[in-house]
C-alpha cells in the first residue's frame, strides 16, 4: 500500500482466498443450474406440511400407453387432405417463357409429390419391416457360388 512516507505491505484476512463464498450467487452457473435453484428456493419457501406423496403411487409404474396405429383409410383421407391443399394453392404469375402452361402443370406435380412424399416414405418403412421379418421368417435362401464363400459355417455338436 503507498503513502506518503512511502510504502508499506500489510495482511488483509480473506483477500487471497481463490474460492468465492457458496452461500452467495454462483457466478460461474450454467442456465441449467440457475433454474435448479430458482426450483429449490421455490420449494423452501413451500411449508412442510404442503408437499405431500400419495402413498400408493410410491414404488409403482405408470402404466405403457399403447399408442393406436391409424387405419388405412384414415392415412388415405390424410393423404388426400393435403393433395387437396396443394393443388389449392395459386402459382404466381411468372414472366415471359416462365408460365407456360407445361411448366405450371409440372410445378403443380412436383407440389403434389412432395405432399405424399411423408406417407408414402411411412408406407415404405412399414413394408420393409414386415419383409424384413418375412425374410427372417423364411427358409435359407440359395445364394450363388460367388457369395458362398462369405456365408458363416454352422458349427459342428
Not at 483477500?15 to 428456493?41: C, L, M, Y
Not at 402404466?63 to 402459382?91: F, M, N, W
Not at 424384413?132 to 450363388?144: A, F, I, M, V
Request: positive net charge.
Amino acid at each position: 500500500m503507498g503513502h506518503s512516507m512511502g510504502w508499506s505491505s500489510i495482511l488483509i484476512p480473506g483477500s487471497g482466498e481463490p474460492n468465492f463464498d457458496t452461500w452467495v450467487a454462483n457466478p460461474f452457473e450454467t442456465s441449467e443450474q440457475r433454474r435448479e435453484k430458482e426450483i429449490h428456493s421455490l420449494l423452501d419457501k413451500l411449508p412442510p406440511e404442503t408437499i405431500m406423496l400419495d402413498p400408493s403411487k410410491i414404488g409403482t409404474l405408470r402404466p405403457y400407453k399403447k399408442r393406436e396405429k391409424p387405419t388405412k383409410e384414415e392415412i388415405e383421407a390424410e393423404k388426400e387432405a393435403a393433395v387437396e391443399s396443394v393443388k389449392d394453392i395459386a402459382l404466381k404469375k411468372k414472366t415471359k417463357g416462365r408460365n407456360k402452361t407445361s411448366k405450371r402443370v409440372m410445378k403443380r406435380k412436383v407440389l403434389i409429390d412432395k405432399a405424399k412424399k411423408p406417407f408414402l416414405e411411412k408406407q415404405m418403412l412399414e413394408e420393409g419391416k414386415v419383409a424384413g421379418k418375412k425374410r427372417n421368417l423364411g427358409e435359407e435362401t440359395e445364394l450363388p457360388a460367388s457369395l458362398k464363400r462369405f456365408v458363416r459355417k454352422k458349427a459342428a455338436v
